[in-house]
């Protein structure tokens, strides 16, 4: 099956009179429950224990094995600190906040710049934070 581009869904939407039609025609192109996949795809490559990491993202072990189970789905700001305690590039952490279906980060947004600038620079999570604040921003948590 070909790939169809996020403009040619755009078109197709835009285009076809029946809503059902379209949905059905083009179930395989949406994101659906992607997000555990993903993330113990990009978790596997890491050396890192469960626990280390939900230290890491500042969150509960119980908490984390609900969110690689797909039994939660963590903020767009739970799902940052999990990028920043897993060490994701800045285009692995684009891709998981695309699939989810959170806005990516926005450089033209002072408290997403400096999120960026931390996952780029390989910056902890308390080090992000510690920029946030003294940006005048909202930390992670």
């Given at each position: 099956?070909?790939?169809?581009?996020?403009?040619?869904?755009?078109?197709?939407?835009?285009?076809?009179?029946?809503?059902?039609?379209?949905?059905?025609?083009?179930?395989?192109?949406?994101?659906?429950?992607?997000?555990?996949?993903?993330?113990?795809?990009?978790?596997?490559?890491?050396?890192?224990?469960?626990?280390?990491?939900?230290?890491?993202?500042?969150?509960?072990?119980?908490?984390?094995?609900?969110?690689?189970?797909?039994?939660?789905?963590?903020s767009r700001d739970r799902l940052l600190c999990?990028?920043?305690?897993?060490?994701?590039?800045?285009?692995?952490?684009?891709?998981?906040?695309?699939?989810?279906?959170?806005?990516?980060?926005?450089?033209r947004l002072r408290r997403d710049?400096?999120?960026?600038?931390?996952?780029?620079?390989?910056?902890?999570?308390?080090?992000?934070?510690?920029?946030?604040?003294?940006?005048?921003?909202?930390?992670?948590?």
């Open positions: 099956m070909v790939e169809k581009s996020t403009g040619d869904l755009q078109q197709g939407l835009m285009e076809e009179p029946d809503l059902n039609t379209y949905l059905k025609k083009n179930r395989p192109f949406f994101f659906d429950g992607q997000l555990p996949q993903l993330l113990a795809e990009i978790y596997r490559r890491r050396h890192i224990s469960k626990a280390a990491l939900a230290r890491q993202a500042g969150m509960s072990e119980v908490y984390l094995h609900q969110v690689f189970s797909g039994r939660r789905v963590p999990l990028c920043i305690a897993m060490g994701t590039t800045l285009e692995e952490t684009q891709q998981l906040l695309l699939r989810t279906a959170y806005a990516q980060l926005y450089p710049a400096v999120i960026s600038h931390g996952l780029v620079h390989g910056k902890t999570l308390a080090e992000i934070n510690e920029a946030l604040t003294a940006a005048g921003e909202k930390t992670l948590f």
